[in-house]
């Protein structure tokens, strides 16, 4: 991250600064501890922590557990862990929401003695009545007019837990006739009887974020707020609730930033549940999943994660991000740093019939070829190998120049052999190719001067390791999934070869004797990393190809 790296927000805070306002700044991140953070969660994170870091200031995490009906310490425990991950540290702490509930008591208390709250006993549907819509003001509800000390009886009754669930509301009393629905009454506390994870049975009324949040910010002492778009109709009842319940200045300051939609994938935390709940995936780490915690056993790293969020940008409008500039920048990070490996996805035997049959070999093959710096490594040879099958024709297409019957190939880093025949099983298919070396070339003479227009990777059948892979492509088929038919629903557009194992794969000797997390690039194939669940599969991170930076240029 550069030092002077600067957005729109950063542009209000100079200001703000200039003005002798604020003195230093103190920004957090609030998630809602009811499912994993996804990659959108990273771009709340990396602009919050990204500007306390530039402006030598504090940045708090937060949970905002208000509602312990889908909450728990599985997603507390995952966030922490992943943005400890991500390297983005809360130097000002970590908070919860419900610490802050007997403030937030307090003050709604204080609003219903300043004549600004009320007790409502309108139900759900009964409040969307009376609320209005865009084109036509609501209308006051028959128990706005309470008097302070029956909404103050009620509402301690409330918290004693004398109503059922939905019965009472503690609603502002604000103006049911805004153009902003979020001003006309809005609810500010509600009924839940369940125990809360943190707080037990201590309480039965629970704040809504709308008026928690504020309070919150102003009790740690954050100065902007910074959040997603959809919250931009919000700041007005955000900015009421500071100013009504006495919040000294200087007073935290709500500004919004567009959310990051990305294609082929959604960002929608109950329809991630939904797919974890629902078995179509095999949870919130599968490596198709939009998830932090997905995408770190997919193979990606942290720097990709933060380099994809601050290239996607940060602005005020929505867009939709290209899903190829996440992979164009994992895959740039991994051509530079990512160690050069030979594995057969999809292996069939290639035996030289005029190598020494007991014989094995060792050619030196660089780790890297753009850096000699990472050193090489020996390989094993023998006369008995494995290639991938896509490396063989029978009747070659044009501009087919790997093996065919009579068609010479360079085996990378060792010999040349030619196609003399193949062997095929009862069903037609073919189970070995027959060739012989020339043994001429290779790694005994690298400069041999034979030009060969074909290079294929190879293991060596006597001592490659077998294992298998997992290939991934888009969970969704369609593009823009926030554009799809009203008729239709997610899960029409789940893509159903999203995933594709391949069950017999050969890594040559030097990565089946690792057991760590390193990540490779199995040349002609693309990168992988070992699963961290079990650890005989490997998990494609991306391919080689870069479709993304292709269309940049």
């Known amino acids: ?57 504090l940045f708090n995490l937060r949970f905002d557990d208000t509602n312990p009906v889908r909450e728990g310490d599985e997603f507390v425990n995952s966030i922490i862990e992943d943005m400890e991950w991500l390297g983005c540290d809360p130097n000002g702490g970590i908070f919860y929401g419900s610490d802050y509930f007997d403030k937030c008591y307090e003050l709604a208390e204080k609003l219903i003695v300043d004549g600004k709250a009320y007790v409502d006993d309108l139900s759900a549907d009964e409040m969307r009545e009376y609320r209005g819509n865009l084109t036509e003001p609501g209308k006051d509800s028959p128990y706005r007019n309470r008097s302070v000390e029956e909404n103050l009886d009620l509402f301690r009754r409330m918290r004693a837990g004398e109503f059922p669930n939905g019965s009472k509301t503690l609603r502002a009393k604000i103006d049911m006739s805004s153009p902003n629905m979020n001003m006309r009454d809005p609810a500010i506390y509600r009924i839940i009887h369940v125990p809360h994870q943190r707080q037990g049975d201590k309480w039965c009324i629970y704040p809504l974020y709308d008026f928690a949040h504020p309070i919150q910010d102003a009790m740690e002492g954050i100065t902007h707020s910074m959040c997603s778009i959809e919250f931009e109709n919000h700041r007005p009842l955000y900015e009421w609730v500071i100013d009504n319940t006495g919040v000294p200045d200087p007073k935290p300051k709500q500004r919004e930033f567009a959310r990051l939609n990305v294609t082929y994938t959604v960002m929608s935390k109950r329809y991630l549940r939904e797919l974890v709940e629902t078995g179509v995936v095999d949870g919130w780490d599968d490596p198709r999943m939009p998830t932090i915690c997905g995408l770190r056993r997919r193979g990606y790293t942290p720097s990709s994660i933060l380099t994809f969020v601050e290239t996607a940008g940060v602005a005020k409008t929505d867009s939709l991000v290209d899903i190829g500039l996440l992979e164009h920048c994992i895959r740039d990070e991994l051509n530079n740093d990512a160690l050069r490996r030979m594995a057969v996805l999809d292996p069939v035997k290639l035996t030289i019939t005029n190598y020494p049959e007991d014989s094995t070999e060792y050619f030196e093959i660089a780790n890297h070829p753009a850096r000699p710096e990472l050193g090489t490594r020996k390989v094993s040879f023998s006369g008995s190998l494995y290639v991938e099958r896509a490396d063989f024709m029978e009747e070659p297409v044009p501009k087919y120049h790997r093996l065919y019957p009579g068609n010479e190939v360079r085996l990378m880093g060792a010999y040349i052999v030619k196609c003399t025949g193949f062997v095929k099983d009862e069903d037609g298919k073919v189970t070995e190719i027959l060739c012989t070396a020339d043994l001429e070339t290779g790694g005994k003479n690298p400069a041999d001067g034979r030009k060969i227009k074909g290079t294929i990777h190879w293991v060596n059948a006597k001592d490659c390791v077998s294992s298998r892979a997992r290939l991934y492509d888009r969970l969704f088929t369609i593009e823009n999934l926030n554009s799809m038919p009203e008729d239709k629903s997610y899960g029409d557009f789940l893509n159903p070869d999203s995933v594709r194992e391949m069950p017999d794969v ?48």
Request: with cysteine; glycine share 8%; hydrophobic share 30%.
């Open 1 to 57: 991250m550069e030092e002077n790296y600067t957005n729109f927000l950063h542009e209000i805070i100079d200001e703000d600064l200039e003005s002798g306002y604020y003195k230093e700044i103190h920004t957090r991140f609030p998630p809602e501890p009811n499912g994993y953070i996804h990659i959108g969660s990273a771009k709340a994170i990396w602009i919050n922590w990204m500007t306390a870091h530039k402006y030598g200031g």
């Open 506 to 553: 050969k890594l040559e000797a030097a990565i089946g004797s690792d057991t760590g997390v390193e990540r490779y690039q199995f040349v002609r194939n693309g990168y992988f990393i070992r699963d961290c669940h079990d650890s005989s599969v490997f998990n494609n991170i991306v391919n080689l190809k870069d479709s993304w930076a292709k269309e940049k240029k």
